[in-house]
C-alpha cells in the first residue's frame, strides 16, 4: 500500500494543484499539506482525509484508496466539500458572479418564469477561476440553502438522493438523462467550450475586474512577503502586472511567487517582455489546450487577430469571446495577452500560421 503522502501529492499534482491552492479547496492548512507529503505527519484526522478527498475532487475508488493509506475505513462522504475560503469568507473579486449563478440554480432567470435553470455551463480561458466559482456557489447551496453536493469527475453514476435539492459539479460532459431521472437535480459544468446540450445555459467567465485583480495580487503576494504593501511609488506596477496577466487568477498567483526575488517594477519588465515567462508549464499548457476546443475556421481567426487583424464581422468572434479567449474592448476585440503569447510561442512540432502548435497537450 502507497504511504499516504505519497499519495497525496500524486493526487494534487494531477489535478494541477499546488499545496496552497489544495489548502485553499480543502480549508486545510499548508503547512498540513506540506507536512502530509513529506511524511512528517503519517497519521492524519479522519476529517483532514476527507477535506482533502474533497478538496481534490476525488472518486469514490479513489476517496477509499486515500483513506485506507491514511488508515481510515473507507466510506461514502455524507457532507459536502466547502467551498475555498478567501476575504470575508467569499473568493477574491467574484461576489457579483457567485450571486448570479447561484440565483439561476435557485430562482431562474428573469422575464424567463422564474423557473430555476437545471444544468449551466461556465465557461472560459484555462486559469479565470471557473471550477473556484461552481465550488464557492456549491459551498454557498449546501451551508445556506440545505443542498447536497455532488462531485462527479469520473464517467461513474453518481448516486443522487431525489428527496432533496442536489447540485451535481462536473468537468465532464454530463449525461442528459440524468436530469429527467432527477427532478431535484442541478448540474453545472466547468469547460472551456459549452457542451451543446439541450437547455443548456452557457455563463462566460470573465477576468477580474482591476481592483479585484490588484487585490488578488496582493492577497497572494502577502503569502511569500507579508511585509510587502502597496504604495504610491509602485501602484502604477501593480495595475501594469494585472493589464499584463489579463486579470487572470492563476496567472496573478503564479507571478505572485516572484516578488521574492523582484520588484513589481523588474518583474513588469519582464513580463513585457514575454507574458507566460513569470507563469507556470501548466498554465501555458492549459492556454494552448483551450485552442483545442475551436474548429480550423476560428483557431485560424484567433491567429489572425493575434497577429493584429481586425476580425469584422466574423461568426466566430462570439465562439471566441464564449472560450473567453477574446474580449471585447470598447467598440473593438482584442485577444488576451496570455492567449496572444501562446499562440505566437515557437513551439515544437507542426504549425498554422504565427506559429500555433498543430499538437495540443492532452
Given at each position: 500500500m502507497r504511504e499516504f503522502g505519497e499519495l497525496l501529492r500524486t493526487h494534487r499534482i494531477g489535478a494541477g494543484l499546488t499545496q496552497q491552492q489544495l489548502a485553499d479547496f480543502a480549508m486545510v492548512s499548508v503547512r498540513a499539506i506540506r507536512d502530509l507529503e513529506c511524511g512528517r505527519t503519517r497519521s492524519p484526522r479522519a476529517e483532514t482525509v476527507r477535506l482533502l478527498a474533497d478538496g481534490l475532487r476525488l472518486d469514490e475508488e479513489s476517496r477509499a484508496d486515500l483513506q485506507q493509506a491514511g488508515g481510515r475505513a473507507a466510506g461514502r462522504s455524507t457532507v459536502a466539500p466547502?467551498?475555498?475560503?478567501?476575504?470575508?469568507?467569499?473568493?477574491?473579486?467574484r461576489e457579483a458572479e457567485a450571486a448570479a449563478l447561484a440565483a439561476l440554480l435557485t430562482e431562474g432567470r428573469p422575464g424567463a418564469g422564474h423557473a430555476a435553470q437545471r444544468l449551466v455551463t461556465v465557461t472560459g480561458v484555462s486559469g479565470v477561476g471557473k471550477t473556484r466559482l461552481a465550488l464557492e456557489v456549491a459551498g454557498e447551496l449546501h451551508f445556506r440553502h440545505g443542498w447536497s453536493v455532488l462531485w462527479h469527475p469520473t464517467q461513474a453514476v453518481p448516486s443522487i438522493n431525489d428527496e432533496q435539492d442536489t447540485v451535481l459539479v462536473t468537468d465532464r460532459r454530463p449525461d442528459p438523462s440524468l436530469l429527467e431521472a432527477h427532478p431535484r437535480l442541478r448540474i453545472v459544468v466547468t469547460a472551456l467550450a459549452p457542451a451543446g446540450l439541450p437547455d443548456e445555459l452557457v455563463f462566460p467567465l470573465g477576468a477580474l475586474a482591476d481592483d479585484a485583480a490588484v487585490r488578488l495580487l496582493l492577497t497572494n503576494v502577502h503569502r511569500v512577503r507579508p511585509a510587502f504593501r502597496p504604495e504610491p511609488a509602485n501602484q502604477a506596477a501593480l495595475m501594469g502586472l494585472v493589464h499584463e496577466l489579463d486579470g487572470l487568477p492563476s496567472a496573478l498567483e503564479f507571478a505572485a511567487g516572484w516578488f521574492m526575488v523582484y520588484s513589481p517594477q523588474h518583474l513588469l519588465e519582464r513580463l513585457r517582455s514575454n507574458p507566460l515567462d513569470p507563469t507556470s508549464a501548466h498554465l501555458r499548457d492549459s492556454l494552448r489546450r483551450?485552442?483545442?476546443?475551436?474548429?480550423?475556421?476560428?483557431?485560424?481567426?484567433?491567429?489572425?487577430?493575434?497577429?493584429?487583424?481586425?476580425?469584422?464581422h466574423s461568426p466566430y468572434v462570439g465562439e471566441l469571446c464564449v472560450r473567453g479567449l477574446v474580449r471585447r474592448a470598447g467598440t473593438r476585440y482584442e485577444v488576451l495577452n496570455l492567449v496572444r503569447a501562446a499562440v505566437l510561442e515557437p513551439t515544437s512540432g507542426p504549425h498554422l500560421a504565427g506559429g500555433v502548435a498543430l499538437t495540443w497537450p492532452v
Open positions: 466547502p467551498a475555498p475560503a478567501g476575504p470575508g469568507g467569499l473568493i477574491v473579486g483551450s485552442l483545442s476546443t475551436l474548429d480550423v475556421e476560428g483557431r485560424e481567426l484567433l491567429v489572425r487577430m493575434a497577429e493584429g487583424e481586425d476580425p469584422g
